[in-house]
């Protein structure tokens, strides 16, 4: 069954940290980029490509992606760098994800509509449900 995506899912900030991932970003941007109003980049002092990389999608995409540098290599400052420049922007709601991070077809609105549909709402949360890791064999316990 098809999600029909809420109106709100312009109002979504995906916020994304990244460390020298290059081009095996950019399947994960692409995925991302189609269900949220923007995406905010912040680097954790890539060493390789990654900057090229990101601004060559910056100019892909105009108005769609922005990129901050975070020199400081601390994923928990990056990603609150993040959060508060999405808010400063007017954002109502925010997305992290890891620079590795798929977001699966339709993910964002399915999380939305949860949520709109949700009876307590004080009370929600959403944890990702899926783990796939290609050094592992495991199967996720969820």
């Known amino acids: 069954m098809k999600s029909k995506a809420p109106a709100e899912i312009k109002h979504v900030c995906a916020v994304v940290v990244t460390y020298n991932i290059g081009e095996a970003f950019i399947p994960n941007f692409e995925a991302v980029r189609q269900q949220v ?79 709109n549909h949700s009876l307590n709402r004080q009370r929600i949360g959403i944890v990702a449900p899926y783990l796939d890791d290609a050094n592992t064999c495991k199967k996720p316990r969820y």
């Open 37 to 115: 109003g923007h995406v905010v980049v912040v680097d954790n002092g890539s060493t390789d490509d990654t900057l090229s990389v990101l601004k060559d999608l910056s100019d892909t995409y105009p108005g769609t992606l922005e990129i901050i540098h975070n020199d400081e290599n601390n994923l928990a400052k990056a990603q609150n760098v993040g959060i508060d420049h999405a808010r400063n922007l007017g954002f109502g709601w925010v997305l992290l994800l890891d620079h590795d991070s798929l977001a699966t077809k339709d993910m964002v609105a399915t999380m939305l509509n949860a949520y």
